[in-house]
């Protein structure tokens, strides 16, 4: 499966983006898929998944609450609506996929992955 990321963008504290996870191949609906962001000189690290039917989705600490995956398989389509913007949140993001019924938190476990996207928070 090939992942598609979109949405990046500046925007202020305390404000929204939405970003997008397109994928091709019609068998979307048979992957987890999950969202990941680096700043610089940081590691890599987890923020949302979501389960390949939907119902369920797992989340870092640092973004509940303030952030929301979710997906349209027929749009063969995920999404991360982020809310109250902070500057830490500021990062590529990234989309990853796997098969199977995983959907965690580490990004070894994640087969396909997106280009990234960059979103910056201003203070």
């Known amino acids: 499966v090939q992942l598609q990321a979109s949405g990046g963008g500046l925007v202020q504290a305390g404000g929204s983006l939405r970003l997008s996870c397109a994928a091709s191949g019609r068998t979307f609906s048979s992957y987890a898929v999950g969202w990941f962001r680096q700043a610089p000189g940081k590691e890599r690290e987890f923020v949302a998944a979501i389960r390949r039917s939907g119902d369920n989705t797992n989340y870092a600490d640092s973004v509940k609450g303030r952030f929301t995956i979710s997906r349209d398989n027929a749009k063969n389509t995920v999404y991360l609506q982020m809310n109250s913007l902070k500057p830490e949140d500021t990062a590529v993001y990234y989309c990853?996929?796997?098969?199977?019924?995983?959907?965690?938190?580490?990004?070894?476990?994640?087969?396909?992955w997106g280009q990234g996207t960059q979103v910056t928070v201003s203070s």
């Open positions: 990853a996929a796997r098969g199977g019924t995983y959907y965690g938190s580490e990004s070894y476990n994640y087969n396909y």
